[in-house]
């Protein structure tokens, strides 16, 4: 059990440019979440997927934010045109099955947008 | 949309002492776990409860779930400065997919 990798740990970027997170799961989990959090306050879902089908997004992602999961193992998060208020930590987390409620977090993305 | 509240804040306490951090909703949730989160790393959960009244200890930690699965509290005997983090109640209800957060409790021990 290697846990749950992100890359990178950390992004600058300047506004308006496109930036792409990537996320390893544990290697048997099917489920993969993408979580936002900012200073102060606790993660704040973005979305889901089941193997590789995008299940649920919240009303939070813009049409900026796209997320991926090809073929059912990584999963990747881009954000286009960048603005500063998308500043945050990137968290992925994932989870085996359906009845199994531990939810395994990476160590993030923090992302910084200039 | 469920909204999860955690008091206090923040918490700073002495090494030794007692303490007790609670989350509360107006929604039921048919699990609630707790995580705690340290500077740059991700949160790491502690415990999941799921019967409303129900009590798991984990050491110095107590945990409860209300009796209508609506809050929670997390209790912490003789703290020690390894207990120092974020800690973050979250829940999910009905058939959600996904956990709703709260805001978290950011303590502090101080040797």
């Known amino acids: 059990d290697t846990g749950v990798s992100q890359d990178p740990r950390h992004k600058i970027t300047k506004r308006g440019q496109n930036v792409t997170f990537r996320c390893d799961p544990i290697?048997?989990?099917?489920?993969l979440y993408w979580y936002r959090q900012t200073l102060g306050q606790g993660p704040e879902f973005l979305t889901y997927?089941?193997?590789?089908?995008?299940?649920?997004k919240s009303r939070l992602l813009s049409d900026r934010f796209s997320a991926e999961r090809p073929k059912g193992s990584f999963s990747t998060l881009e954000i286009q045109r960048t603005e500063q208020g998308d500043s945050a930590m990137y968290l992925c987390?994932?989870?085996?099955?359906?009845?199994?409620?531990?939810?395994?977090f990476g160590s993030g993305t923090q992302l910084s947008v200039l | 949309t469920q909204l999860l509240e955690q008091s206090p804040q923040f918490l700073s306490i002495q090494e030794g002492e007692n303490l007790t951090v609670y989350c509360n909703s107006s929604?039921?949730?048919?699990?609630l776990q707790w995580y705690r989160q340290e500077p740059g790393e991700g949160p790491v959960l502690l415990v999941t409860?799921?019967?409303?009244?129900e009590v798991k200890k984990l050491k110095r930690l107590t945990f409860q779930f209300g009796d209508a699965r609506k809050d929670s509290s997390l209790h912490i005997t003789a703290a020690q400065p390894g207990d120092t983090g974020l800690y973050l109640c979250?829940?999910?209800?009905?058939?959600?997919?996904?956990?709703?957060f709260g805001s978290g409790t950011q303590l502090t021990v101080l040797p």
């Open positions: 987390a994932s989870r085996l099955g359906a009845t199994n409620e531990k939810l395994f």
């Open positions: 290697s048997e989990h099917n489920r």
């Open positions: 997927f089941q193997n590789e089908a995008q299940l649920e």
């Open positions: 929604s039921v949730f048919s699990s």
């Open positions: 409860v799921v019967t409303g009244g």
């Open positions: 979250a829940g999910r209800s009905g058939s959600a997919r996904q956990l709703t």
